[in-house]
């Protein structure tokens, strides 16, 4: 338990009323003390520089979710102040992402781009209160110049200009007139703070970049610190709930906002979200993206939320994860199963039950007769009887697992063997009567015998001494001329290390930067499966299947885990994935 990397979450054995979060804690006092007049404002506040990711569905959950539990409002808000990074793209893919998870923002999608004359208004009286200056420092000048932790800072010659001049140049500044990197807009603090962040910090730096909403309107930009707590005042935010990077700057924004005298929100840091097996950083997203390590910001295996989405993650199952592993003020990693185990926890209560044979070997029925179909009832669904019985079509040939057979299996093998017997799920109990090979003796074909008495898979009545047969082996099967074939990608963790930024002991010594997080990907963490056999309802909605609220179509193949349909399906051709399996075997083979 001593590695960071383990799981130390504190939520996880809490008493069930720790579920009023130390967040929801807060909003109750101010709720009774009458703080805000009852009101409960929050925001999301994404940067347009990549897609989301599961980190930040759970501050989505968060601040969408304490809106609607209190009655209150939540604003999608982008934070586009760095016009280099930002994309459209990326604006429409968090647009999506955040509609797909099931909630709606208050009023129209704001920009932090459509407070800019605000924001620039707020720096002008700053500066003619003395309270911000211009800075002609490099970058590198105005680092040395900041000090350390235990040395204080230097005042840059700037400090000493008068309003009248520093209003002077700002505007300048403001239409264009000096290169990039030339000069910077400063706060006035204290460059002696033992709070580093509190020491003349940027406001505005100049930039003559293009910006993807205000075009070539703006020479010079907003940094971070001063514009992000303008916006949630612009807003009126009652809560602007942050993590803890931030907490730093609380004093940051403390000064802007009190100098000013805007709408000051209050602030409050958790702890972000953490998960093993899983890297969530946005550049290293970029990056797998980029080198073709997975096929895009959607792949399956990708921690994104439009990677989850196509995995076959539900919105419900996320948000239920959120709640889930709680909100703490402490950082720890959460375990990876947890989040494996939202989705098995919705998809068995919602999934329907289906046959499908990944790796199929043919069986003859010799005894059944030839030409003969019929259609005998299966579950579709044993947690949820409403969802009733489907018809799936038995003939004389079906297809079953390959790694179902043993030619020669160990004495606890249960499944098919020469003269074994089994359960054919929702049908026949068969009989191994022969193994045909091919010249290579590869297993080419199965013969076998049914027994009439066992339709619909129950036990045969008792013999004549009273003796009841049994059979320990229960296995999956599609009828072979009404099978429909698919391809089914076999995703799985894309990592094999439980901290994959972490170098492992037994990493070559030669040069270390020559290892990075990309050494523990997990080379098999997708294996694609062709000439699957489905049974012909996974083809075309059935009508007794479920309304899934993004319109995927999800399902549990028969002992083999739970599958969605992947938007790379053409008509005739269905592909799967596998969102997760049945039971967790990365724990299992672990050897827990
Ligand atoms: P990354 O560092 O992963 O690229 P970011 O913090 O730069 O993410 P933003 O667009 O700034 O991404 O984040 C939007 C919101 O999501 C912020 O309020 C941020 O605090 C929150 N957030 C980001 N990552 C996480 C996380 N891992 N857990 C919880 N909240 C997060
Ligand atoms: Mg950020």
């Known amino acids: 338990m001593s590695d960071p990397h383990t799981e130390t979450s504190r939520e996880a054995d809490a008493p069930a009323e720790a579920s009023r979060h130390f967040i929801r804690q807060i909003i109750d006092a101010d709720q009774a003390s009458g703080k ?30 304490l809106a609607k539990e209190f009655g209150g409002a939540c604003n999608l808000r982008f934070d586009d102040t760095n016009p280099v990074k930002e994309e459209q793209r990326y604006v429409d893919s968090i647009i999506e992402d955040i509609r797909w998870l099931g909630f709606r ?15 620039y208004e707020c720096a002008e009286r700053l500066v003619q209160d003395g309270k911000a200056y211009v800075c002609d420092q490099t970058p590198e000048e105005m680092r040395k110049a900041r000090g350390t932790l235990t040395e204080p800072g230097t005042p840059s010659p700037g400090r000493n200009r008068s309003p009248d001049e520093n209003l002077d140049l700002l505007r300048r500044m403001r239409a264009g007139e000096f290169p990039d990197g030339s000069r910077t807009l400063r706060a006035k603090i204290d460059m002696a703070s033992p709070n580093i962040v ?71 840091e958790f702890a972000r979200l953490i998960l093993n097996y899983t890297v969530m950083s946005k550049r290293k997203f970029l990056e797998l993206v980029r080198d073709g390590h997975v096929m895009g910001w959607d792949d399956p295996r990708m921690p994104t939320i439009s990677g989850l989405r196509r995995r076959g993650y539900t919105p419900e199952s996320i948000r239920a994860f959120s709640e889930e592993v709680g909100v703490s003020k402490y950082n720890s990693t959460i375990d990876v199963v947890r989040l494996e185990n939202a989705i098995r926890d919705d998809l068995n209560k919602r999934a329907p039950r289906r046959m499908a044979v990944l790796n199929p070997v043919k069986v003859v029925i010799e005894n059944y007769p030839e030409g003969e179909v019929e259609y005998l009832d299966a579950v579709n669904n044993p947690e ?34 020469p003269g074994a017997e089994v359960r054919l799920r929702a049908a026949y109990w068969i009989t191994c009567t022969g193994v045909v090979k091919n010249d290579a003796g590869e297993i080419v074909e199965l013969r076998a015998t049914y027994d009439p008495q066992t339709r619909g898979g129950d036990n045969p009545p008792p013999d004549a001494e009273g003796k009841v047969r049994k059979v320990k082996g229960t296995l999956h099967w599609v009828s072979a001329q009404h099978a429909v074939d698919a391809e089914v990608r076999m995703f799985d963790r894309l990592f094999t290390a439980e901290n994959p930024d972490k170098r492992p002991k037994d990493a070559p010594e030669d040069p270390p930067e020559d290892w990075d997080y990309k050494q523990n990907l997990n080379p098999e963490s997708l294996v694609t499966l ?38 790379d399906s053409k008509p005739g051709a269905p592909v799967f994935n596998r969102t ?6 990365w724990s299992r083979a672990g050897g827990k």
């Not at 925001?43 to 980190?55: C, S, T």
């Not at 969802?387 to 249960?414: L, N, Q, S, T, W």
Request: proline residues 7%; charged residues 25%.
């Open 36 to 65: 805000w007049g009852g009101r409960v404002h929050t925001r999301f506040p994404p940067e347009p520089n990549g897609f989301l990711h599961i980190g930040h569905a759970k501050s989505i959950c968060l601040n969408f979710g």
């Open 384 to 417: 949820d009887a409403s969802c009733g019985v489907r018809g799936v079509p038995f003939a004389r040939e079906i297809y079953i697992e390959r790694d179902d057979f043993m030619e020669d299996p160990p004495k606890k093998f249960f499944r098919l063997a």
């Open 580 to 585: 997760v399996t049945l039971k967790d075997s």
């Open 530 to 567: 062709r000439g699957c056999k489905l049974e012909p309802m996974l083809a075309e909605r059935g009508a007794d299947e479920p309304e899934w609220s993004d319109g995927i179509r999800r399902f549990q193949f028969e002992r083999l885990g739970y599958f969605c349909i992947d938007a």
């Open 105 to 119: 923002w208050e009023g129209e999608v704001r920009f932090a781009s459509d407070y800019f004359d605000f924001m």
């Open 198 to 268: 509190m020491r003349d910090p940027v406001m505005y730096r100049i930039l003559h970049a293009t910006h993807h909403r205000t075009g070539d309107a703006w020479p010079i930009y907003p940094m971070y610190d001063f514009a992000h707590c303008l916006e949630d005042s612009m807003e009126r935010i009652t809560h602007s709930i942050c993590t803890l990077e931030f907490e730093n700057n609380r004093p940051l924004y403390d000064w802007f906002l009190d100098n000013l005298g805007v709408h000051h929100p209050q602030q409050i």
